[in-house]
């Protein structure tokens, strides 16, 4: 158990809809990233928010948005959902600021089926 | 900008035989380069990570790499295959200039099959 929770675990809806995943991150883990799992393009990094600020944006639509509370947990928000989107979708949590010399601890992944 | 291939994307060991998974990176920096392993239908689990230290990393479950600089490598390799090693393990590189993105960039995987 790394210590990172996710909900929820499987989520299946229809294509032009909005969700929203959630993310708890480990006890003193300030950094919260996100990152989809499918099968054609592998796992990418979506984007990373730290203490509440985002910091660093990888391969994220336009459609999909993620926001860090001052609680520090994170929610994705994925709208105008596709059939392509249907991945899994993964949160990681690490004590790092920057460098990404630190371990990533990541949670057991939300599955979304888009019908 | 920072990338990885995994040279083999299914590998077949028997049981007790030794594990040989390949891996090279680019990166424009000086590189963190780790190993995760992923169980089915489990989250990514650190198998070991390379940050600058000693260039022989050993991790958990008898798993150990090696980062060459030379050959813009890092394979992951274990002495003796266990049945539970089967699972899909996954290269990664860290750009570690401290200035960029804290994303991973991670390899397509390698599924490791182990036969009885």
């Known amino acids: 158990d790394s210590g990172v929770t996710q909900t929820p675990k499987h989520l299946i809806t229809a294509t032009g809809q909005r969700v929203t995943l959630r993310c708890s991150p480990r006890s003193g883990d300030l950094s919260v990233y996100w990152y989809q799992q499918s099968l054609d393009q592998g796992l990418q990094f979506l984007i990373q928010?730290?203490?509440?600020?985002?910091?660093a944006k990888g391969n994220i639509l336009e459609r999909f948005s993620a926001q860090q509370f001052p609680d520090l947990h994170s929610e994705l928000n994925l709208s105008s959902l596709e059939l392509g989107d249907s991945a899994l979708y993964f949160c990681?949590?690490?004590?790092?600021?920057?460098?990404?010399?630190?371990?990533?601890?990541f949670g057991p992944g939300t599955r979304l089926t888009v019908l | 900008a920072q990338s990885v291939t995994q040279l083999d994307s299914h590998v077949s060991v028997s049981e007790g035989t030794p594990v040989l998974l390949r891996c090279n990176y680019s990166s424009s920096y000086s590189p963190s380069l780790f190993w995760y392993v992923q169980h089915p239908n489990k989250g990514l689990q650190l198998l070991l990570k390379?940050?600058?230290?000693?260039?022989l990393v050993k991790g958990i479950n008898g798993f150990e790499a090696e980062f060459k600089k030379s050959e813009t490598s890092f394979h992951l390799t274990k002495p003796s295959a266990h049945m539970s090693d089967a699972a899909e393990y996954f290269c990664v590189v860290s750009d570690s200039s401290g200035g960029g993105a804290d994303g991973l960039t991670f390899g397509k995987g390698t599924h490791l099959i182990i036969q009885p």
């Open positions: 390379y940050t600058s230290a000693a260039t």
């Open positions: 928010y730290y203490n509440g600020e985002e910091r």
């Open positions: 990681a949590s690490s004590a790092s600021t920057s460098g990404g010399t630190h371990e990533q601890f």
